[in-house]
């Protein structure tokens, strides 16, 4: 059997590192470095800062009764809520309780499977646009960069009726500035330390922000209570004209406008990266994909995701090796015990993805690229907390449907017209609030045919 591939990770310490190495600087703001080789193999991982503790869960069984069995108990934390309120108020991200409820409820129309569906079309038409503009012959391209262009243009057209201040190289510069400095800031912020004040990078972010809401405000405003146009934000702001004061109203619809704007396209954008990563990277696996994509593309845009499954396994595991978002935190508000470590109110309860998927009590080589892993009958003996890209539980991603369905339709249209290949340029793993490669991913692509 031939070695599998091994793709790239931050390189792993001999011994725990000390909480304080993650509040400030370059490990502040990749939270996926300085990890031990121990939390890839410990159910459970305590920790210490100052009077907090942290506790690190691993187990699935702990996970699933954080996210879903008792996620009445487990809430986010006050410290997220600061760091997300410059930019996401108290819009669907950050709230809680009753508040959380009836924004969820106003939202869950548009990520129905039949509004998702009618979307199809536009998300092929822009990939169509986007393969169109690329040099015909063979060209050294950012894929990462494309991605983000492909998910920001998509998400502005279906969901804000392709207003041009939102699709700008300003705006996606600022986005990622703003993601930076809430990672740095996280623990500090812990301590209640002004990080987001005192570096480059605080100061750099809290610009994106700024630069974000008031274009976004901007947006609404001019749109008024009416809403405007018939799309996502125009229902949006009339369905909480419905329940709110005006002035509540418009606040919580530039609220949910920048978590949508944002969550929107950066988590699907950073998708398709390491999924093309590991394509470029495994010629066998690119080539079966490539196959069933040209196969494919003769389906109507609303049944083109059905008809791509290895590419869908190969997308699944690209999120188990490089989920968008690697790490949530929650805030326990009662006492609890979790793999037999009591939990005590106020204390930080972390989940990270990037480690339970790399957990080598869960998974079978887990460094390696595998998507034979998520093959119908091997996917269907998974715990369903062993696998969780997009969360679970009642906080589950809104849009995963939506951004499944976007990934593979711009995946098939990608590998249908081109062929990639590695550029020789290092591809580095960063996770800021999401996980993106660290200077873009710059491949050699070629016309298929």
Same mark, same amino acid.
């Given at each position: 059997?031939?070695?599998?591939?091994?793709?790239?990770?931050?390189?792993?310490?001999?011994?725990?590192?000390?909480?304080?190495?993650?509040?400030?600087?370059?490990?502040?703001?990749?939270?996926?470095?300085?990890?031990?080789?121990?939390?890839?193999?410990?159910?459970?991982?305590?920790?210490?800062?100052?009077?907090?503790?942290?506790?690190?869960?691993?187990?699935?069984?702990?996970?699933?009764?954080?996210?879903?069995?008792?996620?009445?108990?487990?809430?986010?934390?006050?410290?997220?809520?600061?760091?997300?309120?410059?930019?996401?108020?108290?819009?669907?991200? @950050?709230?809680?309780?009753?508040?959380?409820?009836?924004?969820?409820?106003?939202?869950?129309?548009?990520?129905?499977?039949?509004?998702?569906?009618?979307?199809?079309?536009?998300?092929?038409?822009?990939?169509?646009?986007?393969?169109?503009?690329?040099?015909? @012959?063979?060209?050294?391209?950012?894929?990462?960069?494309?991605?983000?262009?492909?998910?920001?243009?998509?998400?502005?057209?279906?969901?804000?009726?392709?207003?041009?201040?939102?699709?700008?190289?300003?705006?996606?510069?600022?986005?990622?500035?703003?993601?930076?400095?809430?990672?740095?800031?996280?623990?500090?912020?812990?301590?209640?330390?002004?990080?987001?004040?005192?570096?480059?990078? @605080?100061?750099?972010?809290?610009?994106?922000?700024?630069?974000?809401?008031?274009?976004?405000?901007?947006?609404?405003?001019?749109?008024?209570?009416?809403?405007?146009?018939?799309?996502?934000?125009?229902?949006?702001?009339?369905?909480?004209?419905?329940?709110?004061?005006?002035?509540?109203?418009?606040?919580?619809?530039?609220?949910?406008?920048?978590?949508?704007?944002?969550?929107?396209?950066?988590?699907?954008?950073?998708?398709?990266?390491?999924?093309?990563?590991?394509?470029?990277?495994?010629?066998?696996?690119?080539?079966?994909?490539?196959?069933?994509?040209?196969?494919?593309?003769?389906?109507?845009?609303?049944?083109?995701?059905?008809?791509?499954?290895?590419?869908?396994?190969?997308?699944?595991?690209?999120?188990?090796?490089?989920?968008?978002?690697?790490?949530?935190?929650?805030?326990?508000?009662?006492?609890?015990?979790?793999?037999?470590?009591?939990?005590?109110?106020?204390?930080?309860?972390?989940?990270?993805?990037?480690?339970?998927?790399?957990?080598?009590?869960?998974?079978?080589?887990?460094?390696?690229?595998?998507?034979?892993?998520?093959?119908?009958?091997?996917?269907?003996?998974?715990?369903?907390?062993?696998?969780?890209?997009?969360?679970?539980?009642?906080?589950?991603?809104?849009?995963?449907?939506?951004?499944?369905?976007?990934?593979?339709?711009?995946?098939?249209?990608?590998?249908?017209?081109?062929?990639?290949?590695?550029?020789?340029?290092?591809?580095?793993?960063?996770?800021?609030?999401?996980?993106?490669?660290?200077?873009?991913?710059?491949?050699?692509?070629?016309?298929?045919?």
């Amino acid at each position: 059997m031939a070695a599998r591939f091994v793709p790239v990770m931050p390189p792993r310490l001999d011994r725990p590192r000390s909480a304080w190495s993650g509040v400030f600087g370059k490990s502040a703001r990749n939270t996926i470095g300085g990890w031990s080789e121990r939390a890839f193999e410990a159910p459970y991982l305590r920790g210490r800062l100052l009077t907090i503790t942290l506790h690190t869960i691993s187990d699935p069984d702990a996970v699933q009764h954080v996210l879903l069995d008792n996620a009445a108990n487990y809430v986010k934390p006050a410290v997220v809520k600061r760091l997300l309120a410059p930019l996401s108020g108290r819009g669907l991200l @950050g709230a809680d309780g009753d508040l959380w409820r009836k924004q969820r409820r106003m939202v869950a129309p548009t990520f129905a499977p039949a509004a998702i569906a009618s979307m199809a079309p536009l998300i092929a038409r822009v990939a169509e646009r986007q393969v169109a503009g690329w040099p015909k @012959g063979p060209a050294l391209l950012d894929m990462a960069a494309e991605a983000t262009r492909a998910t920001m243009a998509i998400i502005v057209e279906a969901l804000f009726s392709a207003d041009p201040r939102l699709m700008t190289r300003e705006a996606s510069d600022h986005i990622a500035a703003a993601l930076n400095a809430a990672a740095e800031a996280r623990l500090g912020a812990l301590l209640r330390l002004p990080v987001a004040e005192l570096t480059r990078t @605080g100061r750099r972010g809290r610009r994106g922000v700024v630069f974000l809401r008031r274009t976004l405000d901007r947006i609404v405003r001019e749109r008024g209570i009416g809403g405007g146009a018939d799309d996502f934000l125009g229902g949006l702001i009339r369905a909480l004209a419905q329940q709110f004061p005006e002035a509540e109203a418009l606040e919580l619809a530039v609220d949910n406008a920048a978590t949508f704007y944002l969550a929107g396209h950066e988590t699907t954008a950073n998708a398709l990266a390491w999924t093309l990563y590991l394509l470029s990277e495994d010629r066998e696996a690119q080539e079966r994909a490539r196959a069933e994509s040209i196969a494919a593309l003769s389906a109507d845009p609303a049944e083109l995701a059905d008809k791509l499954p290895w590419t869908r396994q190969v997308l699944e595991e690209a999120l188990r090796l490089y989920p968008s978002a690697p790490r949530f935190d929650r805030e326990a508000l009662g006492e609890d015990v979790l793999c037999g470590a009591p939990i005590r109110r106020g204390e930080i309860v972390t989940v990270m993805p990037w480690l339970v998927h790399r957990h080598h009590a869960l998974w079978d080589a887990p460094d390696a690229f595998d998507p034979e892993r998520f093959a119908p009958e091997a996917k269907a003996r998974l715990h369903r907390f062993q696998y969780i890209p997009f969360g679970a539980g009642p906080r589950v991603c809104i849009g995963a449907r939506f951004a499944t369905m976007e990934a593979l339709i711009i995946l098939a249209h990608w590998l249908a017209a081109r062929r990639f290949a590695p550029s020789g340029r290092p591809v580095v793993p960063a996770a800021s609030v999401t996980l993106r490669p660290e200077g873009g991913l710059w491949l050699q692509t070629s016309p298929s045919r």
